[in-house]
């Protein structure tokens, strides 16, 4: 079985700090994602990554980055948290275009 | 601009019961829809998927119907079971594109009760 994992369930930071959301998949996936999840608004996509040293924004990247160093670790960052990116973060990896998304089980951000 | 509408939010079925989750997407080159299942505290896992060359799929308890002419898609779940309460998320994408095309609902609770 496929597994993502995230690095930390719960986190609780202050504004304007630097935040590091980390992920790691051991099935040697070559696509990996980040999502957030609020509800009523299901999940809309922050960035992706098709290849080490590869990003590509998705639907609501401002205020966010991403590292990926390594084929297994996909990283976010957020430069400064705000208020507004309190949420909860998925991180996703695939093997090939279209097959199924892989799931960690996400970290629950609180930025105070 | 939501390109895919679900509904309901929220869903209460007695055990043994139909559940049924309807979503409508808007754009016609649309031609992957798969649906998630989310247990608490745990992420998204691909439940069923349908291709729009077939009508219906069915998969156990687990069946989606799809009406290509009205654009929609709905998720049934029969016999309902208290272990079946989860969120469910309906998605939509084109395959020659790769899931970060990939447009997902805005998710429905379902919560069986005994």
């Known amino acids: 079985d496929v597994k993502v994992t995230q690095s930390s369930r719960y986190l609780v930071k202050r504004t304007g700090e630097k935040v590091f959301l980390e992920c790691v998949q051991d099935?040697?996936?070559?696509?990996m994602f980040w999502y957030r999840q609020d509800p009523g608004l299901g999940l809309r996509l922050i960035y992706f990554?098709?290849?080490?040293?590869?990003?590509e924004k998705g639907d609501i990247p401002e205020g966010y980055s991403v590292s990926r160093e390594k084929k297994e670790r996909f990283s976010l960052i957020l430069e400064s948290a705000s208020t507004n990116q309190t949420s909860m973060y998925l991180c996703?990896?695939?093997?090939?275009?279209?097959?199924?998304?892989?799931f960690g089980n996400g970290t629950r951000l609180t930025v105070t | 601009q939501q390109q895919v509408k679900q509904s309901p939010q929220s869903l209460i079925v007695q055990k043994g019961g139909i559940s049924i989750i309807n979503c409508a997407y808007e754009?016609?080159?649309?031609?992957?829809f798969p649906w998630y299942q989310q247990f608490p505290g745990k992420g998204p896992a691909l439940l069923i998927a349908?291709?729009?060359?077939?009508s219906e799929k069915k998969e156990g308890r687990f069946t989606i119907s799809f009406n290509k002419s009205a654009k929609q898609f709905s998720l049934h779940i029969m016999d309902s079971q208290p272990g079946d309460s989860a969120t469910y998320f309906c998605?939509?994408?084109?395959?020659?594109?790769?899931?970060?095309?990939?447009?997902f609902g805005t998710g429905t609770r379902l919560t069986i009760i005994p």
């Open positions: 996703a990896s695939s093997s090939v275009p279209l097959s199924p998304l892989h």
């Open positions: 099935m040697d996936h070559e696509n």
């Open positions: 990554s098709y290849d080490v040293k590869m990003k």
């Open positions: 754009n016609t080159a649309f031609d992957y």
């Open positions: 349908i291709r729009p060359d077939v």
């Open positions: 998605a939509a994408s084109r395959t020659n594109f790769g899931n970060e095309k990939l447009t």
